[in-house]
């Protein structure tokens, strides 16, 4: 079964500067999306980013970038100049054949002024 | 694209009422519609999937007696949470396969 494991429950980043939120994920499929989802405190789901595994660059959205690792099952979110709106919880998520997505824990991101 | 539209936002009900969730694609037509609940301070998890034409299917563990969910038409799917109790309590979300990865803006439901 897939699983997807974030082992930050929180984190802090001084306002403009660069973060890193880990996700690991455990699959037996070759092809298949990853993502990143925002939930500010309105809890609207927002998608950050995607990435397809077949792809072998690494997406990137203005200051989001990832560090896709296909090998070691590794999907890190980078997110440079860090800004106060993007505090918020982030969810990695794996999207299996059946489009079902399996989310994990979450990481709560505080930004610093 | 792709948009969602969830209602209602917020939603307080007496216990052993029943309480419906409308979830409406504005601008595509879906077949199917994923239902998640978020318990505060965790992650979302699928409770179930809305097919229309045909019967949902739930996800282990979830009680199909007490979450009816219908896809009555190619732009809405419904979640009646039945006999609620203050365990029901929770952030439901919708969310269509495929279309842009988008999910409704959920509803919050209070149960007292």
């Known amino acids: 079964a897939q699983t997807v494991t974030q082992s930050q429950p929180e984190m802090s980043v001084q306002e403009a500067e660069t973060v890193t939120l880990s996700c690991t994920y455990d699959t037996s499929e070759s092809d298949y999306y990853l993502f990143w989802y925002k939930q500010p405190p309105s809890r609207q789901m927002i998608l950050v980013i995607r990435q397809e595994a077949y792809k072998q660059q690494n997406a990137t959205e203005n200051r989001f970038s990832v560090n896709f690792q296909k090998a070691a099952k590794s999907f890190s979110l980078k997110i440079s100049d860090s800004q106060l709106g993007d505090a918020a919880m982030y969810f990695c998520?794996?999207?299996?054949?059946?489009?079902?997505?399996?989310f994990g824990k979450g990481t709560r991101l505080h930004i610093l002024p | 694209g792709a948009v969602v539209s969830q209602h209602p936002s917020w939603v307080i009900c007496k216990s052993g009422t029943s309480v419906k969730i409308e979830c409406r694609s504005l601008d595509f037509q879906a077949t199917t519609m994923f239902w998640y609940r978020q318990f505060p301070k965790q992650s979302l998890m699928l409770m179930a999937t809305s097919n229309e034409g045909s019967k949902a299917t739930y996800e282990q563990g979830v009680e199909k007696d007490k979450f009816l969910i219908n896809h009555a038409s190619l732009t809405l799917s419904t979640l009646t949470v039945t006999s609620a109790h203050p365990e029901d309590s929770s952030f439901y979300i919708c969310s269509p396969p495929r279309y842009g990865y988008t999910f409704g803006s959920g509803t919050r439901l209070t149960v007292v």
């Open positions: 998520a794996y999207r299996m054949r059946d489009d079902k997505i399996i």
